[in-house]
């Protein structure tokens, strides 16, 4: 089936750091989201794309489709303390199963000591 | 934006006894619910596909006995973990779907994490 690669699995920030993650996947997808879970929370949603090559912002928050409908990248600029938490890509495609999301396994945002 | 409810938070039972968890959309109807189990520092997997009025759609390896949904209703959903042991221990999550024309306007509860002992 369908897999997510998603990097990297951790990373530490500084406040005011920029931060990138991306996820790669074998076969295409239609549309590409990015969520953001807190501890004991559900996944909110923070960017969809819809079309190969788009580049779409929320606030500090930008993310890619990848021309090849492979892969996309989130980036956070000048990040600050309440942007910890785990960041998850998913894959959809529409015409399969109707809860068709593959999640990557995330990348988790921690605050440099 | 839309608001999905899931209740309770956390819960804490003894082996072999029933637990039932309920995905209430709020503001909105959704004709279709989505079940996930999240283990710790892992990703959300999908369990099963909840359809308002029908029978769930359970994905491979999901035990339909051991994990009944019911959609009673356009706003309710419920899971049940049936007799529930140590291994069935994790974050269920449900999340609803807004726009029956649109998969990724899914919005996610809270999340409900069990803990079997």
């Given at each position: 089936g369908q897999q997510l690669n998603q990097?990297?699995?951790?990373?530490?920030?500084q406040e005011g750091e920029d931060v990138s993650m991306n996820c790669?996947?074998?076969s295409i997808f239609n549309t590409w989201l990015w969520y953001k879970q807190d501890p004991g929370e559900g996944p909110v949603l923070?960017?969809?794309?819809?079309?190969?090559?788009?580049?779409?912002?929320?606030?500090?928050?930008?993310?890619?489709f990848g021309i090849t409908r492979k892969d996309s990248f989130l980036n956070i600029s000048?990040?600050?303390?309440s942007d910890v938490g785990i960041y998850?890509?998913?894959?959809?495609n529409y015409g399969g199963s109707q809860g068709n999301l593959i999640f990557g396994k995330g990348t988790k945002l921690s605050v440099k000591p | 934006g839309a608001v999905v409810s899931q209740h309770p938070s956390w819960v804490i039972c003894k082996s072999g006894t029933?637990?039932?968890i309920?995905?209430?959309?709020?503001?909105?109807?959704?004709?279709?619910?989505?079940?996930?189990?999240?283990?710790?520092?892992?990703?959300?997997?999908?369990?099963?596909?909840?359809?308002?009025?029908?029978?769930?759609?359970?994905?491979?390896?999901?035990?339909?006995?051991?994990f009944l949904i019911n959609h009673a209703s356009l706003t309710l959903s419920t899971l049940?973990?049936?007799?529930?042991?140590?291994?069935?221990?994790?974050?269920?999550?449900?999340?609803?779907?807004?726009?029956h024309r649109a998969n990724e306007k899914l919005f996610f509860g809270s999340g409900t994490q069990l803990s079997v002992l």
């Open positions: 990097s990297p699995q951790s990373m530490f920030i790669t996947s074998s923070l960017i969809a794309l819809y079309k190969a090559g788009e580049l779409t912002s929320n606030g500090r928050l930008t993310a890619q000048a990040s600050i303390p998850f890509c998913a894959g959809l | 029933s637990v039932k309920e995905c209430r959309s709020l503001d909105f109807q959704a004709t279709t619910m989505f079940w996930y189990r999240q283990f710790p520092k892992q990703s959300l997997m999908l369990m099963a596909t909840s359809n308002e009025g029908s029978k769930a759609t359970y994905e491979q390896g999901v035990e339909k006995d051991k049940t973990v049936t007799s529930a042991h140590p291994e069935d221990s994790s974050f269920y999550i449900c999340s609803a779907r807004a726009d």
